[in-house]
């Protein structure tokens, strides 16, 4: 059983940075991914990073946002920067357990493990 809890989410204004933490209490190797879902949205991926470290990103995100993770701490992050608007959403990390992330980790169906979410709002 793996339990995810998210911390970070706050109000900004646009062009200003966030970084959000995700605490896991599994310490095996895992996928672990950032999704986010705005009012009347799908849930999108965000950003993922395998047990070896290698990262992917939404088009969306990429060149702003950072995910990484701290292996000793048990814990992923999300850092946000040159935020905009259009970021506003509830974010949620998740899990998966294999060290590798699939082709398609953009799907919620891949991760079998979510934290509760925690709310970004980014005013212009």
């Given at each position: 059983q793996v339990r995810l809890v998210e911390s970070g989410g706050g109000s900004v204004q646009a062009g200003g940075s966030l970084r959000l933490s995700c605490a896991a209490t599994y310490s095996r190797r895992i996928c672990a991914a950032w999704f986010r879902q705005a009012p009347g949205k799908e849930?999108?991926?965000?950003?993922?990073?395998?047990?070896?470290?290698?990262?992917?990103?939404?088009?969306?995100?990429?060149?702003?946002?950072?995910?990484?993770?701290?292996?000793?701490?048990?814990?992923?992050y999300l850092q946000m920067n040159s935020l905009k608007p259009e970021d506003t959403a509830m974010y949620y990390c998740a899990a998966r357990v294999r060290a590798d992330c699939p082709d398609t980790w953009r799907s919620e169906r891949e991760y079998q493990y979510w934290g509760q979410g925690t709310q970004v709002t980014v005013s212009s």
């Amino acid at each position: 059983q793996v339990r995810l809890v998210e911390s970070g989410g706050g109000s900004v204004q646009a062009g200003g940075s966030l970084r959000l933490s995700c605490a896991a209490t599994y310490s095996r190797r895992i996928c672990a991914a950032w999704f986010r879902q705005a009012p009347g949205k799908e849930r999108e991926g965000v950003a993922t990073i395998a047990s070896d470290g290698r990262t992917t990103y939404a088009d969306s995100v990429k060149d702003r946002f950072t995910i990484s993770k701290d292996n000793a701490k048990n814990t992923l992050y999300l850092q946000m920067n040159s935020l905009k608007p259009e970021d506003t959403a509830m974010y949620y990390c998740a899990a998966r357990v294999r060290a590798d992330c699939p082709d398609t980790w953009r799907s919620e169906r891949e991760y079998q493990y979510w934290g509760q979410g925690t709310q970004v709002t980014v005013s212009s």
